[in-house]
């Protein structure tokens, strides 16, 4: 597939503002540190910092985030399919890692088949075994142990659910319909086949095989709690130590061989990884290029980007690219809220998202104006949707007086909505979590909307529990800030979680007549095998989305990191928003 | 006096146990729920339930407190049916983000913040009160006025400025220490410069704002004390300076100061949190404020608020013990 493919979904926090812009930037990045064209450096020690105490997980079960993943499973540990490791948009295309393919699909891609290569081993050169990845799988269902972890085999492996949604496998511990999970994966008499019965099609199966949560893990060596601090390798590298807030040392792995890996390129001797490193002391590292063989895991503090990446001697040592994210707005169609087109689109003309922008950064460090929840990066599932920030309308400064046409014919398509909107006795109410940039945000949404008409209050809630309560908030608001990733290249890990029935719709469109026709569609977009075709239904269902403004405000966020001067071989992994760790070297 | 010290002994132990329910209350009380805030987005409250049971929060706050208290003496065991894992007493508790045993966890803890508070205790005493003495002896003079300009520089900056500023502009700008290995532990017995490279420069940036308080207290009691009448008849009777300084003033101007400090040591023995998270140092303090503001990891929060309780209290008690043996009205009273 020759489409950019994004990976590692998190909700994030809704601090983030959105704006508009007068134009979408749509390439996938820009200023990035293109691949190393001189020849790779084997040997040295390849230092890493960040600010963060631990890595939020080890266990392969347990990771989610893009960037541990990429770091993960460039050095530590392998899954049966992976990226491609290069930069630009054939990163995203999948190739064969522990596999001899990226999976054979059958019965309607209900079926998935994989064998694995010979030679690939743990680290106590013991082979992995289709057993291990089987008992890798069987962890995802111990939810009284694993809950950071993604959870797509419980949804997808044809194993029946309790009454209450949840499987009815408990998982490898306590066993209860172990026989349940045992029929839903096979392995062959020699272990090295692996098959995985679905309960559906899922044309899009094997990439969620480039996650560790659909890796290996040999039974024998499972500590439960502790695996997390304590992974077995089955990459080049192996752990020799691990300690929180302190330092991660990765050694070579003496039983990794070349042979068996085609994608790995594993150049120096030993990688560390420092912990708890102060903020201030960081960007100090990079600003003086006080490690020469460090890279800066955690991006800079937005206050030293400028003096960073406006300073030219520093081009060999910086990226900035478009993230995997995109942060939204979403209106409440729901009855007495936002249930009102017109209401809608008169919120989002109004909005001043300049200044919201520059609040947060800017268009160079923060984001640019969206105009869709699939960001271009996803390849093939975006096209640029027609309306919103392309509207002739729309002024990124905010369109006040075109809002209020819009109000104006809101007070006949539909009073009760209008009414609530501008009646200084109701308002729009608007939930943010209580933050001091929230403040000042607020403080920008209040007077632009008010110049257009509107009557809005901003409720605080506590931060703390803002995301936690979020099913409750939504309810309650007439719009709500929120941000997604996508896991993989394909919108069915965007539009069908965000609009449809999946875990994080904030519209409330489940109510609407509007919705019908367009649940009917995501649920044969997300069985569709013809890929071409099912990148169209996406194309078309963001479009109604859009044109139905469930979206009030889309962003398409951006991220910067930076290194030393002795690193080479540095690039931006797409699929990953983030380093691609394997191919880095210590430059002589 | 046996009496006096098991009845002070035993308000002690009333107020850690009264110290660690209050935790739990307030714990229970802030608008955040830990057993979301590591769930996946595909949380679901069936999930949330199971995360919250495994973490010990499906149960009330006192059945939580008691099981704690019981863990104390008796040891506990988290998880079940087949991954249960013990922490032998005391158990503080096991913490979930970390995969250890609470105990463990502040043992490895404590030498860094022992390190940091007893060289930054030495340093601002000796720095604290020879300033202090010599700027009483020199009242008025350009070394009281230099004095008084260090207690104005030390008393008006924050921590957290002069730790950045020795960090950037004399830490990292002299290449002193590798910046990757600020904060590594060193065993100051088989590696004392080590130890040294480590903990100077955090000793010091904490001992700055504590000596020049301690230099101005030792100062006014100082000069207080040497216009008392006993210093007087001392002076009459034809003793020198130094000896009047030596075994009359000073013994009596510092006994205030010596108290203070103990009690002020006994606080940073709970933790240095400013100058441990500027310098990298994995203390208590650390620990402490990254468990209640990033993991909300109640059991390490207990742990360290309960320790740095008990390191005033048991303080609080040597010093009224001292006292009674100085002042038998104390004992009695």
């Given amino acids: 597939m020759s489409v950019m493919k994004i990976t590692a979904r998190r909700l994030i926090a809704t601090t983030s503002v959105a704006a508009l812009a007068a134009s979408v930037v749509l390439v996938g990045g820009m200023n990035s540190a293109s691949a190393a064209t001189a020849k790779p450096v084997t040997g040295g020690t390849l230092n890493y910092y960040t600010h963060a105490e631990q890595f939020p997980n080890l266990d392969p079960q347990r990771i989610y985030t893009g960037r541990d993943i990429a770091f993960l499973s460039s050095y530590l540990m392998r899954t049966l399919v992976s990226y491609k490791p290069v930069p630009g948009k054939d990163g995203a295309t999948l190739v064969a890692d522990m596999a001899t393919n990226t999976g054979v699909p059958s019965n309607k891609a209900k079926t998935w088949k994989f064998t694995l290569r010979p030679g690939v081993s743990w680290e106590d050169g013991k082979p992995v075994t289709c057993a291990d990845v089987k008992y890798g799988w069987s962890r995802t269902f111990a939810t009284d142990v694993y809950v950071e972890g993604p959870a797509y085999p419980i949804a997808w492996l044809d194993i029946p659910k309790d009454k209450d949604g949840s499987s009815a496998y408990k998982g490898p511990y306590k066993k209860t319909g172990q026989a349940l999970f045992d029929k839903s994966i096979n392995c062959s008499a020699d272990n090295r086949t692996i098959t995985f019965n679905l309960a559906r099609t899922v044309p899009d199966f094997n990439y969620y095989l480039t996650y560790l949560a659909g890796g290996p893990v040999p039974k024998a060596k499972d500590t439960g709690d502790k695996y997390d601090l304590r992974p077995m390798a089955s990459g080049p590298y192996m752990i020799k130590k691990y300690a929180i807030n302190d330092e991660m040392v990765l050694v070579r792995n003496p039983k990794w061989k070349k042979s068996s890996d085609p994608i790995r390129t594993p150049y120096p001797d030993d990688i560390v990884v420092t912990f708890g490193m102060d903020e201030d002391v960081r960007d100090q590292i990079d600003l003086e290029d006080q490690i020469p063989n460090g890279i800066n895991m955690d991006g800079l503090q937005p206050s030293n980007n400028v003096a960073f990446f406006e300073d030219p001697t520093k081009k060999n040592r910086r990226m900035n690219n478009y993230d995997p994210y995109t942060s939204y707005l979403a209106a409440n169609n729901s009855a007495g809220h936002l249930d009102c087109l017109d209401v809608r689109k008169a919120v989002f003309f109004a909005f001043d998202n300049q200044s919201l922008i520059d609040l947060s950064g800017g268009t160079t460090y923060y984001g640019e104006m969206g105009d869709n929840p699939v960001k271009p990066v996803i390849g093939m599932d975006y096209a640029p949707t027609k309306g919103n920030i392309h509207d002739p309308n729309f002024k990124i400064g905010g369109n006040p007086e075109y809002a209020k046409t819009l109000l104006e014919k809101a007070k006949t398509s539909c009073p009760d909505a209008y009414d609530r909107a501008t009646n200084p006795a109701k308002g729009l109410k608007y939930y943010r979590a209580d933050t001091a940039t929230n403040k000042k945000a607020a403080v920008l949404v209040e007077a632009a909307l008010k110049k257009a008409g509107f009557v809005i209050e901003t409720v605080y809630k506590p931060s703390g529990t803002y995301n936690a309560n979020l099913e409750t908030y939504k309810k309650e608001t007439d719009f709500l800030s929120s941000g997604w990733g996508a896991d993989w290249a394909n919108a069915s890990t965007v539009i069908p979680e965000l609009w449809g029935d999946g875990c994080c719709n904030y519209t409330q469109n489940q109510k609407t007549p509007e919705y019908a026709p367009f649940i009917k569609k995501v649920n044969l977009a997300l069985v569709e095998l013809d890929r071409k075709k099912q990148a169209k239904m996406w194309q078309e269902l963001s479009q109604y989305g859009m044109d139905q403004y469930w979206y009030i405000r889309t962003v398409f966020g951006k991220s910067q990191q930076t290194w030393g001067s002795k690193i080479g071989g540095v690039y931006y992994w797409e699929p990953q928003g983030s380093f691609g760790f394997g191919q880095i070297y210590i430059k002589p | ?333």
């Fill in chain 2, 1 to 333: 006096m046996l009496t006096f010290v098991a009845r002070r002994l035993a308000y002690t132990i009333i107020l850690l146990a009264i110290v660690s329910l209050t935790i739990f209350f307030i714990f229970d009380l802030i608008p955040v729920d830990p057993a979301r805030l590591v769930c996946s987005k595909q949380c679901t409250p069936s999930l949330v339930e199971a995360n919250r049971h495994r973490l010990g929060l499906d149960v009330s706050v006192l059945e939580q407190w008691w099981r704690f208290i019981v863990g104390l003496f008796a040891g506990r065991t988290f998880g079940e049916e087949g991954i249960a894992i013990t922490c032998a007493a005391p158990a503080l508790g096991y913490s979930f983000s970390r995969h250890e045993c609470v105990t463990t966890i502040v043992a490895e803890a404590f030498p860094f913040t022992l390190s940091l508070a007893l060289g930054a205790f030495v340093l601002w005493l000796s720095v604290g009160i020879s300033l202090g003495v010599l700027s009483a002896r020199k009242k008025g003079k350009f070394a009281d006025r230099a004095a008084s300009v260090f207690v104005l520089v030390g008393t008006s900056l924050p921590t957290f400025i002069t730790g950045i500023l020795v960090v950037l502009f004399i830490v990292l700008q002299f290449n002193l220490v590798n910046p990757l290995e600020l904060g590594n532990w060193h065993n100051p017995f088989t590696e004392p410069l080590g130890w040294l490279q480590t903990f100077f420069f955090p000793c010091a940036t904490l001992a700055l704002a504590y000596a020049a308080t301690y230099t101005r207290f030792t100062r006014s009691n100082v000069i207080e004390t040497s216009s008392e009448d006993f210093i007087r008849t001392a002076r009459a009777k034809g003793l020198t300076e130094k000896v009047i300084l030596r075994k009359h003033t000073l013994r009596a101007a510092l006994a205030p100061i010596v108290t203070i400090a103990g009690l002020d040591f006994a606080g940073l023995l709970g933790g240095a949190i400013i100058t441990e998270g500027i310098f990298g140092l994995n203390g208590l303090g650390r620990l402490s404020i990254k468990a209640v503001t990033q993991t909300y990891d109640l059991p390490i929060i207990v742990a360290t608020t309960l320790i740095a309780s008990a390191f005033v209290l048991i303080m609080n008690l040597i010093v009224d013990i001292a006292y009674a043996f100085i002042d038998p009205r104390v004992r009695t009273s």
